[in-house]
């Protein structure tokens, strides 16, 4: 049987949970990275939905360089997560991290096309089955997307001090405070209790 998936793709926005992918970042001593190598990026990409299986499973035969676009791939989650954090602070982004995103969008501007295919025209990305970089080009397009959209106003930070991964607040009355109740909103809530029952 295959081991249980490290992602808990929460976030409802794929730029959000490739943020996510660096868990406790904010306490040092319990940072983990769920993508420590370029296998386990290519395994969150498909799993989040970026690439498909076959471009997953091609990518793990084929790609070069991937160490290379592992840091890049690292330095592209800081970026957005200074980003994202920024506007959840209603504070100006900060100029070295949008040129970092910027840098990846214009390699993927280079690296897609529009083709027709059944009478429909759409975005097709050359070599996305070979070059180890692709999945970065859709990831940062994905935020992209977001950054320039009203939802841009939905991001939010979990309220677990512990946690803080950012999602997308879908909820009716924009109300949501956890990643995931499971995850985190039942745990800070059986805390307080405690410290309740205690004192
Ligand atoms: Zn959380």
Same mark, same amino acid.
């Given at each position: 049987?295959?081991?249980?998936?490290?992602?808990?793709?929460?976030?409802?926005?794929?730029?959000?949970?490739?943020?996510?992918?660096?868990?406790?970042?904010?306490?040092?001593?319990?940072?983990?990275?769920?993508?420590?190598?370029?296998?386990?990026?290519?395994?969150?990409?498909?799993?989040?939905?970026?690439?498909?299986?076959?471009?997953?499973?091609?990518?793990?035969?084929?790609?070069?360089?991937?160490?290379?676009?592992?840091?890049?791939?690292?330095? %592209?989650? *800081?970026?957005?997560? !200074? @980003?994202?954090?920024?506007?959840?602070?209603?504070?100006?982004?900060? #100029? =070295?991290? &949008?040129?970092?995103?910027?840098?990846?969008?214009?390699?993927?501007?280079?690296?897609?096309? %529009?083709? *027709?295919?059944?009478? !429909? @025209?759409?975005?097709?990305?050359?070599?996305?089955?070979?070059?180890? #970089? =692709?999945? &970065?080009?859709?990831?940062?397009?994905?935020?992209?997307?977001?950054?320039?959209?009203?939802?841009?106003?939905?991001?939010?930070?979990?309220?677990?001090?512990?946690?803080?991964?950012?999602?997308?607040?879908?909820?009716?009355?924009?109300?949501?405070?956890?990643?995931?109740?499971?995850?985190?909103?039942?745990?800070?809530?059986?805390?307080?209790?405690?410290?309740?029952?205690?004192?």
């Amino acid at each position: 049987m295959e081991e249980a998936s490290p992602f808990k793709l929460v976030a409802g926005h794929v730029a959000l949970d490739f943020v996510n992918t660096l868990d406790y970042r904010y306490q040092p001593e319990r940072t983990v990275d769920l993508i420590p190598t370029y296998e386990e990026f290519l395994r969150f990409c498909m799993e989040a939905g970026v690439i498909t299986a076959s471009d997953a499973s091609s990518l793990r035969q084929r790609a070069q360089r991937r160490e290379a676009v592992l840091r890049s791939a690292s330095e %592209l989650r *800081e970026a957005l997560e !200074r @980003i994202f954090d920024a506007i959840i602070r209603a504070l100006p982004s900060p #100029a =070295g991290d &949008l040129a970092i995103l910027n840098s990846h969008l214009k390699e993927a501007a280079q690296n897609r096309s %529009l083709t *027709e295919n059944g009478g !429909r @025209i759409g975005w097709e990305w050359e070599g996305l089955e070979e070059n180890a #970089a =692709g999945p &970065l080009w859709l990831i940062a397009e994905a935020a992209a997307r977001l950054l320039t959209s009203e939802e841009v106003e939905l991001v939010r930070q979990c309220g677990s001090e512990t946690c803080r991964w950012l999602f997308l607040d879908a909820s009716k009355n924009h109300s949501r405070r956890w990643c995931d109740m499971k995850l985190c909103g039942n745990r800070v809530k059986a805390r307080k209790h405690y410290q309740r029952t205690r004192t």
